[in-house]
């Protein structure tokens, strides 16, 4: 049982990151939030190698949510820009929370319960 149970999350694990679209819907109807969840569980923030993994799965899940900058109008392409930027801080600041409780010696199964999530508004 154990090793199905193994094999199972390996394979979410190797997928490097999971994009579950969300959608959020004010009253008002202003905006749609798309979020993609980055997985942690195969790093281990302790070392800075794998800290750079997980920027570089931010940065793509940024990507993701936010859409990329191509043939756009220069207005589009000011709110993807925005997007990018304000989902970036957020989950970096998250990130950063997580590697200095591992770092500092909390366990990392712990600190990495929940997944990071890249949230764009």
Do not use: N, W
Request: net charge positive.
């Amino acid at each position: 049982m154990f090793s199905s149970i193994r094999r199972a999350s390996f394979a979410v694990i190797a997928a490097g990151f999971v994009a579950t679209p969300a959608f959020a819907t004010p009253i008002d109807g202003a905006f749609e939030a798309r979020t993609s969840r980055v997985e942690l569980a195969d790093l281990d923030l302790r070392r800075d190698d794998d800290v750079k993994r997980l920027q570089s799965r931010i940065r793509f899940a940024a990507t993701h949510v936010c859409g990329r900058i191509g043939r756009t109008s220069l207005s589009q392409a000011a709110k993807i820009q925005s997007c990018r930027h304000d989902a970036l801080t957020s989950a970096r600041r998250h990130a950063d929370e997580i590697v200095v409780a591992v770092r500092a010696g909390k366990d990392q199964r712990l600190a990495v319960r929940e997944s990071l999530r890249v949230i764009a508004r």
